[in-house]
């Protein structure tokens, strides 16, 4: 019989930075709901043993995060097709015969953050631009076609990466060099910075934002800082702006909504509590 006290966690290597204990552990909170969410810090060689025992433990499944999110998926029984085309995953979810079915929801998260700041947002809208071609980068692609993008430009330091997407996803997918950034937002839709250019404690991102329209909306998935330098320079110039924030909430609803049997809201008091953390 399945037990009502619910648990779950966060494998990583390392995994004490990980923000998702606070995240879950405040929904259980929220909803009245016994159990709990943890961090397992799991070697590499480690994976395959950790994967295999969720069921022997009772949990109800996990978070997969860096450096296990691709690697996790030879150790499941079933993956999403949605997370197959990711090349990755980050949530598992032990089913009711025990079986370990693993799912994407990094995506899903990159759309909700946008539609919070414009709840009309269409992936369709006009041209999108990314900076970066990193395991985020793909998880977004995937998610732009999904909405119906037509014209998304990759742009890379590293072109044959940028290339690698544009050859798996087809027409609809454009790598360019790295140099042609500035270039490269005429006419755009959506800039989206997924390399760790703006973090705390790395280089801020160095693009001349002349020719991005003011209709843009500008997002970037660092949230620590909040408001990175693009993010900055993009408000100044009066450009509609999201930060990483919203994706690392929202890709946590549909895992929680697996495990624990609801599907949770992204509150001010959420938000209040992960930013308490920084
Ligand atoms: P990743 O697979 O390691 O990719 C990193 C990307 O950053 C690559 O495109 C890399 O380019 C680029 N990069 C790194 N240093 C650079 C530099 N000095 N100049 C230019 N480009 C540089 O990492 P990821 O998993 O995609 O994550 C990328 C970022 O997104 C991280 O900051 C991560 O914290 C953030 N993230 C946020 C969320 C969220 O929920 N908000 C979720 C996932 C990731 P090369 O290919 O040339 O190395």
Redesign the pocket.
């Known amino acids: 019989m399945k037990s009502t006290h619910i648990m779950a966690g966060v494998m990583g290597w390392p995994v004490s930075h990980s923000r998702s204990p606070v995240i879950h552990n405040h929904w259980i909170s929220e909803y009245g709901l016994s159990g709990a969410y943890g961090l397992f810090p799991v070697h590499p060689s480690q994976l395959e043993a950790a994967i295999r025992g969720l069921q022997a433990l009772g949990l109800a499944g996990c978070n997969i995060t860096?450096p296990h999110?691709v690697d996790a998926m030879r150790f499941v029984d079933w993956v999403d097709p949605l997370a197959v085309r990711m090349g990755a995953i980050n949530t598992i979810v032990v089913q009711q015969d025990g079986a370990l079915h693993g799912f994407n929801h990094?995506g899903y998260?990159?759309v909700q953050?946008l539609r919070e700041a414009q709840p009309n947002w269409q992936a369709d809208t006009g041209p999108a631009v990314i900076?970066?071609?990193?395991?985020?980068?793909?998880?977004i692609v995937v998610s732009l076609l999904d909405g119906g993008a037509t014209d998304i430009r990759i742009l890379?330091?590293?072109l044959s990466?940028?290339d690698d997407l544009a050859q798996e996803f087809g027409m609809a997918v454009r790598a360019l060099n790295?140099s042609e950034r500035a270039d490269a937002l005429e006419g755009a839709a959506l800039l989206v910075?997924?390399?760790?250019?703006?973090?705390n404690g790395?280089?801020a991102?160095d693009i001349d934002l002349s020719k991005l329209p003011i209709s843009a909306l500008v997002s970037d998935?660092?949230?620590?800082p909040l408001e990175t330098p693009l993010l900055h320079a993009a408000r100044l110039k009066g450009n509609t702006t999201v930060?990483?924030?919203?994706?690392?909430?929202h890709?946590a609803r549909p895992a929680f909504h697996a495990w624990f049997g609801v599907m949770p809201q992204v509150t001010p008091q959420l938000k209040n509590a992960i930013l308490a953390t920084f």
């Open positions: 860096i999110k990094d998260g990159y953050s900076l970066g071609a990193g395991g985020a980068a793909r998880a890379n330091r590293t990466k940028a790295w910075n997924t390399t760790s250019l703006g973090m790395e280089s991102l998935i660092i949230y620590v930060n990483g924030l919203g994706m690392l909430l890709q």
